[in-house]
């Protein structure tokens, strides 16, 4: 049973890249109900931690404990129940329709005379209600390979709802993605958290909106994570500018009164 001591709990971990850079040691704990944006520049290791979150890519040391369960030691199916990722780029050649995409995320749940069937039984409310929220609804026939990049992105974010799992990690998640799908997206994510108190971890690199959105940032540089907290302690530091090499200017935005970053 997840409590709300701590959903994810990642201790000593590291990995290390053949002939590449090495990824911590990092340790952390993440209780559940929490909107995470992993920020840090370019090759800093956010897609990698996000993937031996997932299960993705094994840790050399450390452990990763999700819902009380050794991530390492889980069956696929298993973990498809306790973590849904969406990836940074796209494979577009299998040919199916964007229900059918999102039907897939529906696998972790059945048995297996259930995954023989040509189309399996699904909830069909919360199907219309997750392709809605998307703004899938009127897409739900198109052929996936016929999407533009930020459409597709949408169809695999719809996929991981519908997987309903209580970690949903998400790499760039509006990248492609127009300022209007993009903040309806945004939105979307943060409802899930807030309301039904899923826990999202992202890697994000738009510094001017993320603290918007996130509730806690980590900062990952070179391989490590040298800072977290909550958006307004971690935006209003010099680390920052020390780690893009570059000047910020913290800004309280004039609506909310949210952390905000801008170039000068």
Same mark, same amino acid.
Request: proline letters at 7%; a neutral charge.
């Given at each position: 049973?997840? $409590? ?5 709990? @990642?201790?000593?971990?590291?990995? $290390? ?9 990092? *340790? ?13 520049? +370019? ?23 999700? /819902? /009380? ?5 889980? $069956? ?9 990722? @969406? ?14 995409? =999102?039907?897939?995320?529906?696998? +972790? ?40 990049? /930020? ?31 993009? %903040? ?8 899930? =958290? ?5 826990? =999202? ?7 001017? *909106? ?5 509730? %806690?940032?980590? @900062? ?8 977290? /907290?909550?958006?307004? *302690? ?6 920052? $500018?020390? #780690? ?17 970053? #801008?170039?000068?």
């Amino acid at each position: 049973m997840i $409590t709300d001591e701590a959903l994810v709990t @990642v201790e000593n971990m590291t990995y $290390t890249w053949p002939g590449g850079p090495t990824i911590g040691p990092i *340790s952390i704990a993440l209780p559940p109900g929490r909107l995470v944006a992993v920020i840090g520049p +370019n090759g800093a290791g956010k897609s990698t931690l996000l993937k031996l979150m997932a299960g993705f890519l094994p840790p050399a040391t450390g452990t990763i404990v999700i /819902g /009380g369960r050794q991530l390492p030691t889980l $069956t696929a199916q298993s973990r498809a129940q306790l973590v849904a990722f @969406v990836p940074q780029s796209l494979d577009t050649s299998f040919d199916l329709t964007v229900e059918e995409v =999102v039907r897939l995320g529906y696998l +972790n749940r059945l048995t297996w005379r259930d995954r023989l069937a040509v189309r399996p039984h699904v909830d069909a409310d919360r199907l219309d209600a997750i392709l809605h929220k998307t703004g899938l609804h009127r897409l739900r026939e198109r052929p996936f390979t016929t999407l533009s990049g /930020g459409e597709a992105r949408r169809v695999l974010l719809a996929a991981a709802l519908v997987q309903d799992t209580p970690l949903l990690l998400l790499d760039e998640p509006t990248t492609h993605l127009d300022p209007g799908h993009a %903040v309806t997206f945004l939105d979307l994510v943060r409802e899930m =958290v807030h309301v039904e108190r899923k826990t =999202v971890v992202m890697a994000y690199h738009d510094l001017a *909106s993320v603290g918007l959105y996130a509730d %806690v940032l980590w @900062v990952m540089h070179r391989g490590q994570l040298v800072a977290h /907290g909550d958006a307004q *302690s971690i935006l209003s530091s010099p680390l920052l $500018t020390d #780690i893009y090499r570059v000047s910020l200017v913290y800004l309280a935005h004039p609506q909310n009164q949210k952390p905000v970053l #801008i170039f000068p």
